[in-house]
């Protein structure tokens, strides 16, 4: 819950004056193929690899209405996964804040959005469009297997038990 308020403060008191760009992965991928400045862009987010070609009722935006990160059923272009954006400081630096300032606002409210971080990043995306959209190449499955429209794998997960690490979070 946490890490869009670590990025944000990162953002202010340190990113700005030491880089450009930021780039926010989680930390279970691995690098696979090349990623280069082709990425860096004002804001970019990265397509779901689960939702890619998917219609909007698929998605799994938040649905409750009463949800910092709510998504009315008529709203929304595409999914994007949580575990891959960026842009320039500023850029990232809005989109944390506004994200975490959702949270906690949620989080006061009794309220957990259904994704948690990618609930808001999803709501944020909404409303301020990222300027450059990266295919699901740049955050891939290997459970997924390999579509033929897939010609590269450049991050991809990290193998894990799911059930063992939510588990984890409920002690």
């Known amino acids: 819950m946490r890490r869009m308020e670590m990025i944000n403060k990162m953002s202010e008191?340190?990113?700005?004056?030491?880089?450009?760009?930021?780039?926010?992965?989680?930390?279970?991928?691995?690098?696979?193929?090349?990623?280069g400045v082709e990425i860096l862009t004002e804001q970019f987010g990265t397509l779901h690899p689960g939702f890619y070609g998917g219609k909007r009722e698929r998605f799994t935006y938040e649905r409750r209405n009463q949800s910092q990160a709510y998504i009315p059923s008529d709203e929304g272009d595409f999914y994007y996964a949580g575990g891959f954006f960026g842009g320039t400081v500023l850029q990232v630096s809005r989109l944390t804040k506004a994200c975490h300032e959702a949270m906690m606002e949620d989080k006061k409210n009794g309220i957990e959005a259904v994704w948690h971080d990618e609930s808001y990043l999803?709501?944020?995306?909404?409303?301020?469009?990222?300027t450059k959209i990266l295919s699901p190449e740049y955050l891939w499955d290997?459970?997924?297997?390999?579509?033929?429209?897939l010609k590269k794998k450049r991050f991809l997960a990290v193998p894990k038990n799911h059930a063992a690490i939510r588990s984890n979070d409920k002690k």
Not at 122 to 130: G, I
Request: some cysteine; overall charge negative.
């Open 13 to 35: 008191t340190r990113f700005d004056s030491e880089v450009n760009y930021v780039v926010c992965v989680d930390v279970d991928m691995r690098f696979a193929d090349h990623i």
């Open 142 to 149: 290997n459970g997924m297997g390999s579509p033929p429209i």
């Open 122 to 130: 999803n709501k944020y995306f909404v409303y301020h469009k990222p």
